[in-house]
């Protein structure tokens, strides 16, 4: 009986293993790498929170943020605008955001295409095929085993579109495999620009949607995250 289920374990991570070395998701690992070092100049994030039963609650947020590379190497990040409900935020207010100023800029390899273990990244090839941004892609099912914020272990699910001939990924749309507390869904969607001549390739925008449930009071928010004007992270 123990043989049996090693052979069947064994089998199994060579399937997983197998899938991992997919050509065409090789190709967009090859291009996540070739692209790694590329930081945003710009980041836009706008926020839309929505009390479907008193509208007097709804908030809607936009901060623009400039990325630029300061002394010692380091990326600083510096508010530009920020708005609440179409007015510019207070100091108090700026405080609610600055997780926005303090998030780590500098590149790191440690995403859905620089993962080789196949314990954190299970794929599965499907034969479905659409068009996004004039681009026609094969779509990925995948499960990846990654941290959050606060470094606590978390499921990603969801569908990877890869590009059908070089395979730079045009769009993620996953969720959580479980939902934190309070969260009832939770929808991601990733887009992705690429260029087909220079091979260059980087986030376009994240788009977030989660419906929460708070003491029996529904909350909705839908978020944006838009970057632009990249440049060259080189390290010293």
């Not at 991570?13 to 291009?31: C, G, R």
């Not at 606060?150 to 070089?166: F, H, P, T």
Request: with cysteine; charged share 30%.
């Amino acid at each position: 009986m123990k043989k049996i289920l090693l052979v069947t374990m064994l089998i199994s991570i060579s399937f997983v293993y197998a899938q991992l070395t997919d050509p065409l998701w090789q190709k967009a690992m090859n291009i996540a790498e070739k692209n790694s070092q590329y930081i945003p100049g710009k980041t836009i994030y706008h926020s839309d929170i929505k009390n479907p039963k008193n509208s007097t609650d709804d908030t809607v947020i936009q901060v623009e943020i400039k990325h630029q590379l300061s002394q010692g190497n380091k990326i600083v990040s510096t508010i530009l605008k920020a708005m609440k409900n179409n007015e510019p935020m207070n100091d108090e207010e700026k405080k609610e955001i600055s997780n926005l100023t303090e998030k780590e800029m500098k590149p790191k390899k440690d995403g859905l295409f620089f993962t080789k273990d196949p314990k954190k990244l299970k794929i599965k090839a499907t034969e479905f095929k659409k068009q996004i941004n004039n681009y026609l892609c094969k779509g990925y099912e995948f499960e990846f085993i990654t941290k959050n914020e606060k470094g606590k272990e978390q499921i990603l699910k969801g569908m990877a579109w890869l590009e059908c001939e070089k395979g730079a990924p045009i769009l993620l749309k996953f969720s959580l495999k479980k939902m934190p507390m309070f969260v009832k869904t939770l929808d991601i969607e990733n887009y992705f620009y690429f260029n087909n001549d220079n091979e260059q390739w980087y986030s376009l925008k994240l788009n977030t949607n989660v419906e929460a449930s708070i003491l029996g009071k529904k909350i909705f928010n839908v978020t944006e995250f838009r970057f632009s004007d990249y440049w060259l992270f080189q390290e010293q």
